[in-house]
């Protein structure tokens, strides 16, 4: 239903007894006629009739179907819809059909194009009421037939669409009517409505942008001053609009749908993207179901009025993993190209959509300051024959008629008769004036008021000078009729989409695992259909893969079902690009040499399907010990020579830990130049890089490594975050990038301190009253909340902190205006008690509670001697 494509039978102008513009008449033509036509036929080559038909067939297409005007911002069939209903317009409702059918005394193509243009016009919800069954834009659900259907014109729509005075004609395409050329438009509607279409060699898509928004836009750009418009979408949403380059071409914005956690096993869809539908968007996430991509167990659409699609989890599937993986692999986000483009002077024009308001801003100007031109001639006119006919009356000339006997006479008679008065006058007394005042009925002179007379001469006097004065004062009084609008119609019209900033989410850390990886060792092939072999790890279908063989020689690779990889493979498992801390603990011997070296290396990026070598590449070079260490963790080995060596001491120890971090292609530090009969992994160590740092992006509501947000502090493995919400709840979890915190119901985010105590105020509703309590967390299941302001659902926290010795300033009092303020330090007025206890009595009334003075952390618990870290893989090699 909508005018994208604008498929408006494109060849019925090619017919022409349907269109009755290109047809001929047989009736036209005798047989002497036709002789003579066939005589002065010309000889001319078919290439150059086809070169003119297309340009004329394109140009046609660019400026009369498929590219909105800048004027107006409506397409030629739009335009002929609101011309025919403004034309049936009667306050009531009329049936589509009829005014489909009224519309193609304008519109030279079929009926079912024009009753789509239509429905897309009434769907948009601005300048056409509309009664039945006229679809929906979330469900995709068409409109029902134009016979049951309903529509008439808004009276924003009247108010700023038609003016016929103001509006310049042209004749319809059979001769038969008038048209307007343009409406004459005094609002950015191209803008408001947005619009798309595909021509020939070019084609227009303009988003929707905010009611509101415009007007205020407009506005500002009549004082003069910058805007920056953004679109607003009907169905909602959040967009990232960083790269929207005004709506030029090159520019882009990502719309994402709005999806909120319901439990740990269902996700709601709130809201969907711009130009998808509740069925579209199902159809995309249960193709990426069945491709591997998410893992869910049903998705229910109980949209109704307002969108919602339910998706159950299946069990054991993180539910902000699959909320990020919602948004990589289905249209759960879009990415939508602009590409504004508009009819102005009769050619297609590319523009930005700030530079589009700003000529649709001061068209609507002109047009204003046209239509007070307008009435000021008519007030002139009104004012000019009122004076007239007091001059005419009050005077008595109609008495110097009586003994004139032609009608040049009584003229001449008239004439003469106000000579005297001429001067009084605006303007020149024309004939056509002389002859209005013949047309004064007798009874209206014998009741001639001329008091009545004067006040209305002042009153159109009044009208002519606040006339004036708007026409000189154009700008303020344009603004005022912007403001009017905005303050008449912009009720309801609030933003609907979200503004946000998205980040980019790497495809494989969203990806459901729903592969497994098999290895054959011997033999070198690895894969996920090779599921007689041995297990390494789960991995989705667009992994790659890392594999290291015992000759040194290692690549990295799309997973697939089976692959070659070459023979005695040492090590084998999914690959993660520019991951630093992943560190390789190695010893290989030399092929050349003899020497045994041990070198520690990452590997973050890589050219697939490449073969690099771990060794110096000499021949016969070959690993004797590797493990992979996901924190950089550092390992003792036992290093045991050949008996037949020359080293007196045939056994030691080794620590990797001793030895730099270098770049892969490093030859390593000698570990010994004596044969190896073999190396015993001994015990492990602490990662040897230091903790990683976190920061907390409230934007987004997540956590990260690129430094975007508030820092939270350097996190060792067994770390976790404490999250307080403003519910009165507190959560305890692990530092995991892939989370996603509500930040909108986050009061306090910060790493978790197991010696804080929490200071929190809280009022309880059934009580009605406020307290105050210190505890220490003392639950350590992870990603679960606990309430600690009571279970009544009339509780509601107020404050709380972390940190000891924080000033609060309070305002309490039983009336606002009667408030005091004082500041108070709730560690020195109780006690650390339960987590579950309700605390001591504060007050009856708070009105606000803040930080006063910030105070310090608690001191962190020490660590312990070592630590164990887990996720180490050895493999060991003998000589």
């Not at 020149?428 to 009545?452: H, P, Y």
């Not at 910060?750 to 804080?756: D, G, I, L, M, R």
């Not at 659902?793 to 309490?812: F, R, S």
Request: glycine letters at 8%; aromatic letters at 10%; charged letters at 30%.
């Amino acid at each position: 239903m909508s005018d994208e494509l604008d498929n408006e039978e494109e060849f019925d102008d090619l017919e022409g007894e349907e269109t009755g513009d290109e047809g001929f008449d047989n009736d036209d033509f005798d047989g002497e006629e036709e002789g003579a036509q066939n005589e002065r036929i010309i000889d001319t080559p078919l290439s150059d009739m086809y070169k003119t038909w297309f340009l004329d067939y394109a140009s046609y297409v660019i400026l009369e179907r498929a590219v909105p005007a800048g004027n107006d911002g409506l397409k030629p069939v739009q335009r002929r819809i609101l011309h025919s209903m403004r034309e049936m317009e009667d306050g009531r409702f009329h049936k589509v059909a009829n005014i489909i059918g009224q519309t193609m005394q304008y519109h030279p193509h079929g009926d079912a194009a024009i009753g789509d243009a239509l429905v897309n016009l009434g769907q948009k919800d601005l300048l056409i009421d509309t009664q039945g069954n006229w679809g929906d834009v979330l469900t995709g659900d068409s409109a029902a037939a134009p016979r049951y259907i309903e529509a008439r014109l808004t009276k924003f729509a009247l108010e700023v669409a038609f003016n016929p005075k103001t509006t310049a004609w042209q004749r319809s395409y059979d001769g038969r009517k008038n048209e307007p050329v343009f409406l004459p438009m005094k609002f950015p509607l191209l803008l408001a409505q947005g619009a798309e279409g595909i021509a020939v060699g070019l084609s227009t898509k303009i988003l929707p942008h905010n009611f509101r928004e415009l007007c205020k836009a407009s506005i500002d750009i009549l004082k003069d001053k910058k805007v920056n418009l953004l679109p607003d979408f009907q169905t909602g949403g959040m967009m990232d609009a960083s790269n929207y380059n005004e709506g030029k071409r090159g520019g882009k914005v990502r719309v994402r749908a709005k999806i909120e956690q319901f439990d740990k096993t269902t996700l709601l869809i709130k809201e969907i993207p711009f130009g998808t539908t509740t069925s579209s968007l199902i159809d995309s996430i249960i193709k990426a179901n069945d491709n591997g991509k998410i893992k869910i167990k049903k998705v229910v659409d109980n949209t109704s009025k307002d969108v919602e699609i339910e998706i159950s989890l299946a069990k054991g599937v993180s539910p902000d993993v699959t909320i990020d993986a919602l948004y990589k692999f289905t249209d759960c986000e879009v990415s939508i190209s602009p590409n504004c483009c508009v009819i102005i002077d009769d050619k297609p024009r590319f523009m930005g959509v700030n530079e589009l308001l700003n000529h649709c801003t001061f068209l609507t100007r002109d047009l204003l300051k046209l239509e007070l031109e307008i009435k000021l001639r008519e007030l002139e006119d009104k004012w000019h024959m009122s004076s007239l006919e007091k001059i005419f009356i009050e005077n008595r000339i109609y008495r110097d008629i009586e003994e004139e006997e032609t009608w040049e006479g009584v003229i001449h008679a008239i004439d003469k008769g106000l000579q005297p008065f001429k001067k009084l006058l605006m303007r020149k007394v024309t004939e056509e004036d002389i002859v209005k005042l013949t047309e004064i009925r007798i009874k209206r002179i014998s009741k001639f008021d001329s008091f009545k007379a004067d006040e209305y001469i002042k009153g159109l006097e009044g009208e002519m000078e606040d006339t004036l004065y708007d026409i000189s004062h154009i700008n303020d009084f344009t603004i005022a009729y912007y403001q009017n609008l905005l303050d008449k119609y912009g009720k309801g019209k609030e933003r609907k989409t979200i503004l946000k900033e998205f980040d980019n989410i790497d495809a494989t850390l969203v990806a459901v695992a729903n592969e497994k990886l098999y290895v054959d060792r011997k033999e070198g092939f690895v894969g996920y259909g090779l599921k007689k072999d041995e297990y390494i790890c789960d991995c989705s279908d667009i992994d790659d893969i890392i594999v290291i063989l015992k000759s040194g020689k290692y690549m990295v690779t799309k997973v697939s079902e089976k692959a070659f990889v070459g023979k005695e493979i040492l090590y084998a498992n999914v690959w993660k690009r520019n991951d630093d801390r992943m560190v390789y603990n190695v010893v290989y011997v030399d092929g050349k040499t003899g020497i045994a070296r041990a070198k520690r290396f990452s590997i973050t990026s890589i050219t697939r399907d490449r073969e690099y070598d771990i060794t110096r590449g000499e021949r016969g070079s070959k690993i004797l010990y590797l493990s992979a260490n996901p924190n950089a963790e550092s390992e003792i080995i036992q290093v045991a020579l050949t008996p037949g060596s020359k080293a007196r001491k045939k056994v030691f120890d080794f620590n990797f830990g001793e030895i730099d971090i270098r770049g892969r292609s490093s030859q390593g530090n000698i570990l010994t130049k004596q044969p190896i009969k073999k190396i015993f992994f001994k015990e492990k160590g602490a990662s040897t890089i230091g903790g990683r740092d976190i920061w907390y992006d409230s934007i987004l509501g997540k956590i990260n490594t690129e430094e975007r947000g508030e820092y939270l502090g350097n996190f060792q493995t067994d770390d976790r975050i404490l999250v307080i919400y403003k519910n009165g709840e507190y959560e305890l979890t692990q530092f995991d990038v892939a989370k996603i915190f509500q930040s909108e119901q986050v009061y306090l985010l910060e790493k978790y301190n197991p010696n804080a105590v929490i200071s929190t105020i809280y009022y309880d509703g059934d009580l009605k009253t406020y307290y105050y309590k210190r505890f220490q967390i003392e639950t350590l299941t992870l990603d679960k909340r606990f309430g600690f302001i009571g279970e009544s659902g009339t509780a509601n926290m107020v404050y709380a902190t972390t940190k000891k010795g924080t000033v609060i300033e309070i305002k309490e009092g039983r009336l606002r205006k009667e408030a005091v303020t004082r500041s108070v330090v709730l560690d020195e007025m109780i006690d650390v008690k339960g987590w579950k206890s309700r605390g001591n009595k504060f007050s009856e009334r708070v009105f606000d509670a803040k930080t006063k003075t910030d105070g310090e952390e608690f001191d962190p618990p020490k660590p312990s001697a070592s630590v164990q870290p887990d996720g180490q893989t050895g493999l060991f090699s003998e000589e």
